[in-house]
């Protein structure tokens, strides 16, 4: 487990490396959801989204003797590329194992930073085994996606950051993955309030940590058909889990038109791209699976890596939604 003082030790090294992200507001959102709401855009962040904070704080603690060995990760995007753009930056070499049909953009990018990519069928083949067999194989260093105490701390940094420049907070909203931010965010958050109610979100197809937590241990479910490809995850992390399971409130569940709405949302009112993942917080307060009425609302934007294509053809057949005019 880890605790308030491994937060502060993850933002002492990537002060002058990871970006503070900006916290936006926004009058129509407040108008639709009855509270006032922070948004931490992590969109800013480098590399796209918060993954870059836990990659750079895991790699930058590994000794000399490890990062001249080169490291590893599994990834379908987000991780994939903080991986590998921290490793550029630490001068580690680098290998990211990745879908076949990860998002075109993610995986540019993952290559522009220098990495090796290695590919598989996320439907038939088990990543963290793939990772973990190259790992031996080729003695790389394994650098999980959120299931390290490491990783754990450095996406923590997200809410220290929002705590900061929001002030007191009621309600924390975050989307969950396997559920290394929310977990990060949920110790920052707790150690400096009691009182805060944390809220995970998870694509209604992806809902593994909602299932685990209802059943007192992990559930492991089939690969979610959800267009948000970073919470495609099958399982929650075994820390993850234990932190999540004494600190969340509940986890609430969204769909993929939601999340479509969201996104738009995010884009006329905000101007802000995100990705389907990105955007499951908001779309949990437009539908009001969160009562947060009166409250103060930190709300974490976890990322906005989707390509102009795919963004397009995403929203290109949505309806859209009827906002009323104002900001």
């Known amino acids: 487990m880890i605790v308030l003082d491994d937060v502060r030790a993850a933002r002492h090294r990537l002060e002058g490396v990871a970006h503070r992200t900006p916290v936006l507001t926004s009058r129509t959102l407040d108008e639709r959801t009855g509270a006032p709401v922070f948004l931490k855009a992590e969109t800013f962040q480098r590399g796209g989204a918060f993954k870059f904070r836990g990659a750079y704080n895991k790699i930058s603690s590994l000794r000399p003797e490890e990062r001249s060995r080169g490291v590893i990760a599994f990834s379908s995007g987000n991780h994939a590329q903080a991986v590998a753009l921290a490793a550029k930056i630490l001068d580690v070499p680098a290998v990211l194992v990745m879908p076949e049909d990860a998002p075109v953009a993610k995986r540019r990018a993952t ?49 220290l950051e929002l705590l900061e420049d929001a002030g007191h907070l009621d309600i ?26 944390i809220f995970g979100v998870e694509p209604e197809l992806g809902d593994d940590t909602r299932r685990s937590l209802r059943a007192g241990e992990p559930v492991q479910i089939p690969v979610p058909r959800t267009i948000a490809d970073g919470q495609q995850v099958t399982q929650p992390g075994r820390m993850t889990f234990e932190i999540n399971r004494r600190h969340l409130e509940d986890v609430v569940l969204v769909s993929d038109d939601e999340i479509l709405e969201a996104m738009e949302f995010a884009f006329d009112r905000l101007k802000l791209v995100t990705e389907p993942s990105g955007a499951t917080g908001i779309a949990a307060l437009l539908q009001g699976r969160v009562d947060v009425d009166g409250a103060r609302v930190g709300l974490i934007v976890s990322g906005g890596n989707v390509g102009v294509h795919r963004f397009c053809e995403l929203l290109s057949n949505h309806q859209g939604l009827q906002i009323p005019h104002g900001s």
């Open 111 to 159: 290559e522009e930073y220098g990495a090796t990519i290695v590919t598989y069928d996320r439907y038939t083949a088990d990543r963290e085994q793939l990772a973990t067999q190259l790992a031996a194989d080729r003695g790389l260093v394994l650098v999980p996606p959120y299931d390290d105490p490491f990783i754990i701390a450095g996406q923590g940094t997200v809410a």
């Open 172 to 197: 924390l909203v975050v989307p969950v993955g396997g559920g290394g931010l929310v977990a990060g965010c949920a110790v920052a958050c707790r150690a400096q309030s009691t009182t805060v109610r």
